[in-house]
């Protein structure tokens, strides 16, 4: 009898080990998982964790279970170095981020010299992909270039602006975006940019670039950076009086800006991913959220959730992980996504992946038609 139970118990230890070795297909995901740059970084975390729980219950990818690796860059630069250490470490087979555009290009050398492709559903600085330097760089939004054409375009014909205040946050992001918008307005001719000034971020209160942008007697603003600033920004202009409209970009379209600027919110405009939400594969990835999480998914979920979806399907259909192949496969399958229909360029730009302008109307956004 003991040796019987000695050999159902190390039957039972082998199979325990075995599950604790089992061999996993890892998923990296960076951002800003804490701090006040939060509310962009979670809902991509919650996007790889739901669509991954759905590939692992229809058995798997490759026959592997795919592993969530989290890493929080704060969307700073320099820790972002270290996430991208910690990730390859890990010995993830691909990354979904970062976020952040200066977080990105910052992490982006690491992964390149290690071999991993990496696509983030917010990154839209132009450079990442434009440049060259990063082959290994993929995204499912519209780079800032596409989007400061948008903001300028709508701001001119729309708003019928004549002078407009360009101001930025000097980050990557935000300097990129306002940089672009200065550029379209000079040569589209419709309007004069009267002022161009960088503010920094985290300052208590921006009263005093709003008295530069009374003085220049803009009827617009157009602002590049995120909405702790932003916020700041248009609270001001409206207490200050400033008769001037308010238009800025995806990092500026997220409801923590609504919710911290409260009623002085009201009439801001921004740029954002198109309006999805009738496809139906934006339906399900976003009936999943509200089930999990019981609330609705924040910014760039979609464009995360499509991260997944393109991430995932090429691994499939080069029936690897080998970057050569599997990148291979992005640049030249299309797929599809809860942003629709899409591939990639040979720069790893999204084709099929574009811009629309929204409205806060009575506390939220709404897609300006």
């Known amino acids: 009898m003991r040796k019987i139970l000695s050999a159902i118990a190390l039957s039972a230890l082998m199979a325990v080990a075995s599950v604790a070795t089992a061999e996993t297909l890892k998923i990296g ?12 970084g979670i809902p991509a975390t919650r996007a790889a964790d739901l669509y991954a729980k759905e590939i692992n219950a229809n058995g798997g990818l490759l026959g ?23 990730l390859v470490s890990e010995k993830v087979a691909f990354v979904l981020g970062h976020i952040c555009s200066g977080a990105t290009k910052a992490a982006l050398g690491t ?19 434009k440049s060259g330097d990063y082959p290994n760089f993929f995204r499912t939004i519209a780079p800032d270039d596409a989007q400061a054409k948008l903001a300028v375009d709508f701001t001119t014909d729309k708003l019928n602006a004549k002078k407009i205040a360009v101001i930025h946050d000097k980050g990557d992001y935000g300097k990129g975006f306002a940089e672009f918008a200065k550029m379209f307005i000079e040569e589209g001719g419709k309007a004069e940019v009267v002022l161009f000034e960088g ?21 617009a603003v157009i602002f590049g950076g995120y909405h702790p600033e932003a916020s700041k920004i248009i609270t001001a202009m409206k ?7 308010f238009v800025s970009d995806d990092g500026v379209k997220d409801d923590t800006f609504i919710k911290v600027a409260g009623e002085y919110s ?3 405009y921004a740029t954002g991913p198109k309006d999805n939400s009738s496809n139906d594969l934006y339906k399900k990835a976003h009936a999943a959220h509200e089930a999990a999480y019981s609330e609705k998914a924040g910014a760039f979920y979609t464009e995360a959730y499509s991260a997944m979806i393109a991430i995932t399907e090429a691994i499939k259909a080069a029936g690897t992980t080998d970057y050569d192949k599997v990148t291979a496969v992005l640049k030249n399958q299309w797929v599809e996504t809860p942003i629709g229909k899409i591939k990639f360029d040979e720069r790893g730009d999204a084709i099929g992946a574009g811009f629309s302008v929204y409205q806060v109307q009575n506390g939220k956004y709404v897609e300006v038609k």
């Open 239 to 245: 207490k200050k009086k400033v008769d001037a409209f």
């Open 29 to 40: 995901v960076a951002g800003p998982h804490s701090g006040d740059l939060a509310s962009y």
């Open 64 to 86: 592997m279970q795919i592993e969530i690796i989290k890493s929080d860059d704060v969307c700073k630069q320099e820790i972002a170095v270290n996430t991208a250490n910690k």
């Open 199 to 219: 503010v920094t971020p985290g300052a208590v209160d921006y009263t005093a670039v709003v008295q530069k942008v009374k003085r220049s007697k803009a009827n």
């Open 111 to 129: 992964y390149k010299d290690a071999g991993i492709a990496v696509m983030s559903p917010s990154a839209t600085n132009p450079a990442l992909t």
């Open 266 to 268: 009201e009439g801001g």
